[in-house]
T-cell receptor, first 109, second 112 residues
């Protein structure tokens, strides 16, 4: 089945730093989403980005579907950015949603 | 617009019992998907319902079942609970199938 690999698995940064999270997928997909899971378990939508680039405040994302990867950029990190970031893809051949294992981000004050 | 709601938020059950979890999607959303999250396996897709029909199913045993009502609300049922069923169960809704998903807060199930 499709593999969704996220890197790095863990990231510790100082407040104010920038970071890039990566999501690689091994097969054709219909779409891709990025989520942030807060400490209480709530998954928060960040981007729905099957292709191209989107920006929302300090966050932006780029998906290059032909090369099977997506990047999530976080600039000027804040402690509230801490948590786990997931990418999820919808597999083209059967429309199932597959999640990566996430990147755990810890922002130090 | 209200978000996705799930009830109950926390549940403790005994091995062998059954449990029913409920999910109310965002108004106007017709697709509801269910996921199981555990520390070992991560987030895994259980099933998706669209217009009261199961559209997709993950690789879970038949003890896991679900349904969707005409108002798009969905329930999932787990019968003969096992210790390994302890997990956070997340529901997501989307306006259409194969579209942007919005998640509820989850139901944390503990099986003792």
């Amino acid at each position: 089945g499709i593999q969704v690999e996220q890197s790095p698995p863990d990231l510790i940064l100082q407040e104010g730093a920038n970071s890039t999270l990566r999501c690689n997928f091994s097969d054709s997909v219909n779409n891709l989403q990025w989520f942030h899971q807060n400490p209480w378990g709530q998954l928060i939508n960040l981007f729905y980005i099957p292709s191209g680039t989107k920006q929302n405040g300090r966050l932006s994302a780029t998906t290059v579907a032909t090369e099977r990867y997506s990047l999530l950029y976080i600039s000027s990190s804040q402690t509230t950015d801490s948590g786990v970031y997931f990418c999820a893809v919808e597999r083209k051949r059967d429309d199932k949603i597959i999640f990566g294992k996430g990147t755990r981000l810890h922002i130090l004050p | 617009k209200a978000g996705v709601t799930q009830t109950p938020r926390y549940l403790i059950k005994t091995r062998g019992q059954q449990v029913t979890l409920s999910c109310s999607p965002i108004s106007g959303h017709r697709s509801v998907s269910w996921y199981q999250q555990t520390p070992g396996q991560g987030l895994q897709f259980l099933f998706e319902y669209f217009s009261e029909t199961q559209r997709n199913k993950g690789n879970f045993p038949g003890r896991f079942s679900g349904r969707q009502f005409s108002n798009s609300r969905s329930e999932m049922n787990v019968s003969t609970l096992e210790l390994g069923d302890s997990a956070l169960y997340l529901c997501a809704s989307s306006r259409l199938a194969t579209y942007e998903q919005y998640f509820g807060p989850g139901t944390r199930l503990t099986v003792t």
